[in-house]
């Protein structure tokens, strides 16, 4: 038999790509196709099935950028085939790296390096937040099973204390073997405060984690009070805690618009800080970035000297294989910015929140927990009286999706569970028209879950 009888026939997309032979059939979910298929129709195909999706700009629930300009689509292009962690092979994307880690050495005031001002900052990319909340939970575990053993005590029971921190932290302490005391939020609180401290700190704590940008209502939790808290205990105990800060969200955001905030390197007792470059950072998905605050902070063992491709390449990650687009785009904002646009953006990001804030509190039945005033572009709030109204926050968060909204609904964590709220970010590319938008949409609804649909009996057939 001639081998083209044996061939499934090429479809030619110059007719029409929906008269091909893999648009005519559900395309295979369990099994690799048997024939090849001409690209512009894979692509049709899968763009199509891409639609189910929700649109990105209306998603309100996520802190990840949504936006960005053509150049930076132009640039990830050019890093398709760029891996990061080979710094012998791909030097010059190695070098931004290391700008990126100077540059947010010095936004977060690290101290200088050893020797000279020419000294890089003690830092990586990570592929997100998450990665880079596990490499310095590490580190923490690391430096106080160091002293523990240089003083001949046991090291079998480390332990982290912090408030309602993402869940990222969880994943940390499961995967390595680290109790996680998650101090409960008291009432009238939306994160950890300092006085709780006494009663989860000891000494087999290897640090405690702050969050600059609680997940849950979009605050910060009060760093400089909760290093202070520590100092004293330091004073009265002799156990000396680190503070790691999560600043994944705010890490971008305080030193721009609160630059009179204290929570970074400039307290000594921060060992060191996450952030997402993916998220208030404004580049694409897949980088985030940690920092400590010298050498010291970071244990030599954590760090690996691999002979690779002809030379020595020192790297600390969870994996070997990452693109490199991320970090080029990251320094593409960090210089098509600079300080004084992070700064625009931003601000105008906080007056649309703020904006929304004051429509959400005129609706009626709200109760603002956060106006988008001091800390990040966004608001939370909950029902005033649930018992007063027939719906809940999440029947208002399934109307408001059926205009393609994506704003959650939650309950706050123990001890105020019973807490149920909703939340907007305003990341850079949402607008205040978008923002009008949603208010107007929001007032459609609640007067729709108010009625308790009297309308639904009556619905007839749509007419052309």
């Not at 038999?1 to 559900?26: C, G």
């Not at 891409?50 to 890093?79: H, I, S, Y």
């Not at 405690?208 to 808290?229: K, N, Q």
Request: hydrophobic share 40%.
């Amino acid at each position: 038999m001639a081998l083209h009888s044996a061939q499934e026939p090429a479809s030619d997309p110059a007719v029409d790509i929906f008269a091909s032979p893999l648009s005519e059939r559900p395309l295979p979910k369990r099994a690799m196709p048997d024939f090849p298929a001409p690209p512009p129709v894979v692509f049709q195909l899968l763009r199509n099935e891409l639609l189910l999706d929700g649109n990105a700009a209306q998603n309100l629930a996520t802190f990840c950028t949504t936006w960005t300009d053509d150049e930076v689509r132009r640039l990830m292009d050019l890093c398709l085939d760029k891996n990061i962690v080979d710094k012998d092979e791909y030097p010059q994307t190695a070098e931004i790296e290391s700008r990126c880690v100077n540059i947010l050495a010095d936004l977060w005031h690290a101290p200088a390096g050893p020797g000279s001002a020419d000294a890089n900052a003690v830092g990586c990319s990570t592929t997100g937040s998450s990665e880079a909340a596990m490499l310095c939970g590490l580190a923490l575990k690391w430096r106080w099973r160091d002293r523990r053993r240089a003083a001949g005590q046991s090291t079998d029971r480390p332990n982290l204390v912090c408030g309602p921190v993402q869940v990222c932290w969880e994943k940390f302490a499961r995967y390595f073997d680290v109790e996680l005391r998650q101090v409960p939020v008291e009432p009238g609180a939306t994160g950890l405060q300092p006085h709780q401290l006494r009663e989860y700190v000891d000494e087999n704590t290897i640090g405690v984690v702050a969050i600059l940008g609680v997940t849950y209502t979009c605050t910060y939790e009060p760093v400089a009070e909760i290093a202070a808290e520590l100092d004293r205990l330091q004073v009265e105990t002799g156990i000396d805690v680190p503070v790691h800060v999560d600043a994944a969200s705010g890490g971008f955001i305080a030193p721009f618009l609160h630059r009179d905030l204290v929570w970074d390197f400039r307290l000594p007792r921060v060992a060191s800080i996450n952030a997402s470059g993916h998220k208030y950072g404004m580049a694409p998905l897949g980088v985030g970035w940690a920092l400590w605050r010298d050498q010291d902070a970071l244990p030599d063992g954590l760090v690996f000297h691999v002979d690779y491709l002809g030379g020595d390449m020192p790297t600390l990650a969870l994996n070997f294989s990452r693109p490199g687009g991320q970090v080029v785009t990251q320094y593409f904002m960090f210089l098509r910015l600079g300080r004084e646009g992070y700064r625009r953006v931003y601000q105008a990001c906080a007056d649309t929140a703020q904006h929304l804030a004051g429509q959400i509190a005129e609706m009626g039945p709200f109760t603002l927990l956060y106006d988008g005033v001091g800390a990040l572009p966004a608001v939370s709030y909950t029902l005033t009286d649930p018992d007063s109204v027939s719906w809940s926050l999440y029947d208002l968060s399934d109307q408001l999706r059926m205009r393609g909204w994506q704003v959650p609904s939650y309950p706050l964590p123990p001890d105020r569970q019973e807490t149920v709220i909703q939340r907007v970010l305003v990341r850079h590319g949402v607008d205040r028209d978008e923002i009008e938008l949603l208010a107007e949409d929001m007032r459609r609804a609640i007067k729709h879950l108010d009625q308790g649909h009297p309308h639904d009996r009556d619905r007839v057939g749509f007419h052309h």
